[in-house]
């Protein structure tokens, strides 16, 4: 019953190998967020989607491809992994976009580049 | 542009001592103020957030926090630390016509107890 889950946990892989993270909620929220956390915990917005639309797209490389198959689903595709693409990476959810609305998170997948 | 400075990225407290764990913000409008608290293996969870109402916000476990415009801070406190509240304490700001788009955390601060 985990509101917020992301597969796998801890993903470990080549330079130049494409991946992916999957995750879903079952808060029937409408707005799903990817969050990078680096090594030194410092935690930054990749994407937000509200009912399956982009809302939001922070400066990341275009390697990185969101995918929103319906509102509870928001999976991470990512090519030609890089060295720099190590890190922890979130999924969030949240009743709504805007305001202040809680927003519940996955426990993160461990992105390991080798 | 909004940012957070969290003073201290570890702070260490005995059990049953005050915790008090820094938070200043930067936001060219009034802000909404939240504390998120990461516990090892899992993601953050909401603490109490702070929305233009009251000042003294009153969040879980004991945790509240007070929104102080004139020092732009919003410090996290709890009377008497417990073995439970070790963990990584982020604080974040955001602008309210955006809300959880432009949520911009702090880098975080590790609250470790000391028995």
């Known amino acids: 019953d985990t509101a917020v889950s992301q597969t796998p946990k801890y993903l470990v892989t080549q330079m130049g190998n494409d991946k992916s993270i999957k995750c879903e909620q079952n808060?029937?929220?409408?707005?799903m967020y990817w969050y990078k956390q680096d090594s030194k915990k410092f935690l930054k917005i990749m994407f937000s989607?509200?009912?399956?639309?982009?809302?939001i797209n922070e400066t990341v490389p275009n390697r990185f491809s969101p995918k929103s198959p319906d509102k509870a689903h928001l999976n991470l595709h990512i090519n030609s992994l890089e060295l720099g693409d190590s890190a922890v990476y979130f999924c969030?959810?949240?009743?709504?976009?805007?305001?202040?609305?809680?927003?519940?998170f996955g426990s993160g997948t461990q992105l390991s580049v080798l | 542009a909004q940012s957070v400075t969290q003073l201290g990225s570890h702070v260490s407290v005995s059990e049953g001592a005050l915790v008090l764990l820094r938070c200043n913000y930067s936001?060219?409008?009034?802000?909404?103020l939240f504390w998120y608290v990461q516990y090892p293996n899992q993601g953050l969870q909401l603490l109490l957030k702070?929305?233009?109402?009251?000042?003294l916000v009153k969040g879980i476990n004991g945790f509240e926090a007070e929104f102080k415009k004139s020092e732009t801070s919003f410090h996290l406190t709890k009377p008497s630390a417990h073995m439970s509240d070790a963990a990584e304490y982020f604080c974040?700001?955001?602008?309210?016509?955006?809300?959880?788009?432009?949520?911009?955390f702090g880098t975080g601060t590790r609250l470790t107890i000391i028995p």
């Open positions: 969030a959810s949240s009743h709504r976009s805007g305001g202040s609305e809680k927003l519940f």
């Open positions: 808060l029937g929220h409408d707005t």
């Open positions: 989607y509200n009912n399956k639309e982009l809302i």
């Open positions: 936001s060219s409008v009034p802000p909404y």
């Open positions: 702070y929305t233009s109402a009251a000042t």
């Open positions: 974040a700001v955001s602008d309210p016509s955006f809300g959880n788009e432009k949520l911009t």
